[in-house]
């Protein structure tokens, strides 16, 4: 079974602050997703990473895959009350996520105003 | 925007009676998942479809869950008998994978059924 692990499970700060969160897994993945749940809803997709070193950007968040394609970490700047969420990496067990996706439990984000 | 719809949003049951979820994937998606999210467990993935095809539904308890899709709009899981164990929120996600089940293909999830079982 391919796990993923993430850290750290609950994190709160202070908004304007700079966080990182990791997904780290002793499996190779073909791509990994990230995507953020809000209370109440399913998880939205932010972004995908297939190659290993790669590294993408969108906004203020910065997404990238470890050069083994086995972890990968998300960088919030200047962190804002909207980021608030559960943040969940998935990884693609083959083919890209044909066959579906292992998710890790995720980290659960406060930004406080 | 194109969207999963999922019914009812909440369901809240007895020990041993039967419960149907629905889903009404994106048109046009060809794969179906079903996933459940604890707190303990996070989602886990419990069975997929390809064209209407089970492919997949190693993570179900085959005694009591059942998946089915009668049609390219209705995916169901059916839960007999259910147990206080199952409570829990069951999402339903479609995507889209080119034909040879190959290249990246991104989830669309819907906004989950949340089942108790008292």
């Known amino acids: 079974t391919q796990l993923l692990e993430q850290s750290p499970q609950f994190l709160s700060i202070q908004e304007g602050e700079n966080l990182t969160v990791y997904c780290n897994s002793s499996s190779v993945f073909s791509s990994l997703q990230w995507y953020r749940q809000e209370p109440g809803e399913g998880p939205v997709l932010l972004v995908t990473?297939?190659?290993?070193?790669e590294v993408k950007k969108l906004k203020r968040l910065t997404f990238q895959f470890g050069d083994a394609r086995k972890d990968s970490s998300l960088h919030i700047t200047a962190a804002q009350p909207g980021d608030t969420g559960l943040y969940l990496c998935a990884g693609a067990r083959s083919g890209g996520g044909a066959d579906g996706l292992t998710f890790g439990k995720g980290t659960h984000l406060i930004i406080q105003p | 925007d194109a969207r999963v719809t999922q019914t009812p949003r909440h369901k809240v049951t007895e020990m041993g009676q039967e419960v149907t979820m629905r889903c009404q994937p994106i048109l046009g998606h060809n794969t179906v998942f079903w996933y459940r999210q604890t707190m303990m467990q996070g989602l886990e993935l419990l069975a997929y479809?390809?064209?209407?095809?089970?492919?997949?539904d190693s993570g179900m308890p085959k005694d009591r869950f059942s998946a089915e899709m009668p049609d390219a709009t209705l995916a169901t899981l059916k839960i007999q008998p259910s147990e206080p164990r199952d409570s829990a929120v069951y999402f339903c996600a479609s995507g889209l994978v080119p034909r040879g089940g190959r290249g990246n293909s991104p989830l669309h999830f819907g906004n989950g059924t949340r089942l108790t079982v008292t």
């Open positions: 479809f390809r064209n209407r095809a089970p492919l997949d």
């Open positions: 990473v297939v190659t290993g070193g």
